[in-house]
């Protein structure tokens, strides 16, 4: 009885080397992507918190020194925290911050470049309208109109079509081009929801153009 069972497993660990020699490495090389692809998952995680947690600081960094008035200061973080986390969204929002006090405190070209580096690096199309419609506004101001209206085409964000229309009016009435304006203050006017207070403005501009538009339609079944 022994000497069967010893030969049924002598057998069974026979199939079992058979079978190892044929399918071991293909078995232990799967088994090695497999583990090896968990750990990437799992130190890829950890860098994300990682690099994260570290922007997050360096723009905490940066965001008193915008409320402090520093432009300099904030330059200098920004710049630092684009060169080592450009691709997070602290950056993205970093770069619109800084912007906007390097423009407040007269430094133009600070703040176009910081804005250039939003509208190409921005993983967000979101805070890409935003930096071309500030660029815009920049030009507006240095009577740059070509370049103003190049910023305004360059907006995709369905989102941003309204306000892009309504820089585009502003841009095109500072030309003379009054028709032109008109319709696309019109345009802005339309897109703009009846309950946002910019619509107001949009609206005393085209009245201001002696092209009022007309009050909306009252909703079916109410008394005129």
């Known amino acids: 009885m022994a000497t069967n069972l010893d ?20 078995i232990t090389w799967t088994l090695t992507l497999v583990l090896a692809g968990f750990a990437a998952w799992n130190g890829w995680n950890w860098w994300q918190r990682e690099q994260g947690a ?19 200061q ?3 973080v920004f710049a630092d925290l684009k060169e080592r986390f450009g691709s997070t969204t602290y950056a993205q929002q970093a770069g619109l911050l800084t ?19 939003v509208a190409d690096k921005a993983s967000d199309d979101e805070y890409r309208a935003l930096a071309h419609l500030r660029l815009s506004a920049l030009a507006l101001d240095k009577k740059a109109y070509d370049e103003a ?14 306000l892009a229309n309504d820089r585009r009016g502003d841009i095109l009435l ?10 696309a203050f019109d345009a802005a006017w339309k897109a703009l929801g009846e309950q946002l207070d910019y ?3 949009v609206e005393a501009k085209l009245t201001s153009l002696g092209a009022a538009p007309a009050a909306d339609k009252p909703a079916s079944g109410v008394a005129q």
Do not use: C, H
């Open 99 to 117: 912007a906007k006090l390097q423009a407040d405190k007269g430094q133009v070209d600070a703040a176009q470049a910081t804005l250039n580096w």
């Open 54 to 72: 570290k922007a997050g600081a360096m723009f905490d960094d940066l965001d008193r020194a915008v409320q402090a008035g520093n432009a300099d």
């Open 7 to 26: 030969l049924q497993e002598q057998e069974q660990l026979d199939e079992l080397k058979a079978f190892w020699k044929q399918y071991g490495n293909l």
């Open 174 to 183: 500072a030309q003379g081009k009054k028709a032109e304006a008109i319709k």
């Open 199 to 201: 619509r107001r403005v």
């Open 74 to 76: 904030a330059g200098r």
């Open 149 to 162: 209206l190049k910023q305004v085409d360059a907006i995709k964000s369905p989102e941003f079509a309204a």
